[in-house]
């Protein structure tokens, strides 16, 4: 079956530092790979997506890029900011009769001052 | 892109009771869907919602435990019945993005409803 593993939490970061969260998955076909973000208190927002091997999702400076060779989907920031602090997700849709996404288990981001 | 609604936002119950969760949606929307969210875990999907027919249960979850309401294309209501401290996680309701020239956008969600049973 399709699943998504994501680097442990939490990360703490100092403010303008180099963001990297892992995430690889396993899936059939050719998914879409999305990052949500989950802000204190709120619901989850779609950050980014790359729906084929090689796009480059990219929103608010983040960025992610669907390696197909790797199974990867890894989210970049250069320059974090304290408004950045959430829980990031990982997810795929593997389409073929499922409208369900998958679902990593979440990394927690703080960034201090 | 839609907005949703959720509610209530969080609740404590007593074991053995029921907690109705609603979902509203700014636009109409075909399928409606039900994740649960436990403490620490990953969203998992409960059941998705289309309107004018009972709802699809994934594996794991049964329509006497979650039975889940969609009646009109903006609506869905999930019940937790009989809850258990088990049953403390958070549920969130999402809509699929509007498709433009065939291509997914993805998922929306709601803000969640933070479950504690005691």
């Known amino acids: 079956g399709n699943s998504v593993t994501q680097m442990e939490g939490p990360v703490t970061l100092s403010e303008e530092a180099f963001l990297t969260i892992n995430c690889t998955y396993t899936?059939?076909?050719?998914?879409?790979l999305f990052w949500y973000v989950q802000y204190p208190g709120e619901g989850l927002q779609l950050l980014l997506k790359?729906?084929?091997?090689?796009d480059k999702g990219s929103n608010k400076g983040f960025e992610a890029t669907y390696r197909k060779e790797t199974t990867s989907f890894h989210l970049e920031k250069g320059s974090v900011q304290v408004s950045d602090s959430a829980v990031y997700f990982c997810?795929?849709?593997?389409?073929?009769?499922?409208?369900?996404?998958?679902f990593g288990k979440g990394t927690k981001l703080s960034v201090i001052p | 892109s839609a907005v949703i609604s959720q509610k209530p936002s969080r609740d404590i119950c007593q074991r053995g009771t029921s907690l109705t969760i609603q979902c509203q949606v700014d636009?109409?929307?075909?399928?409606m869907f039900w994740y649960r969210q436990q403490p620490g875990q990953s969203l998992t999907l409960i059941a998705t919602?289309?309107?004018?027919?009972?709802?699809?249960?994934e594996s794991g979850f049964v329509i006497d435990k979650f039975p889940i309401s969609r009646p009109n294309l903006t609506f869905s209501t999930l019940t937790v019945s009989n809850m258990s401290p088990e049953d403390s996680s958070i549920y969130l309701c999402?809509?699929?993005?509007?498709?433009?020239?065939?291509?997914?956008?993805?998922?929306?969600f709601g803000s969640g409803t933070r479950l504690t049973v005691v």
């Open positions: 899936a059939t076909g050719y998914p879409s």
């Open positions: 636009s109409q929307v075909t399928m």
């Open positions: 790359a729906t084929k091997a090689d």
């Open positions: 997810a795929l849709y593997s389409g073929a009769g499922s409208y369900q996404l998958t």
């Open positions: 999402s809509v699929e993005l509007v498709r433009t020239g065939g291509e997914d956008y993805g998922y929306t």
């Open positions: 919602a289309n309107q004018g027919s009972e709802a699809t249960y």
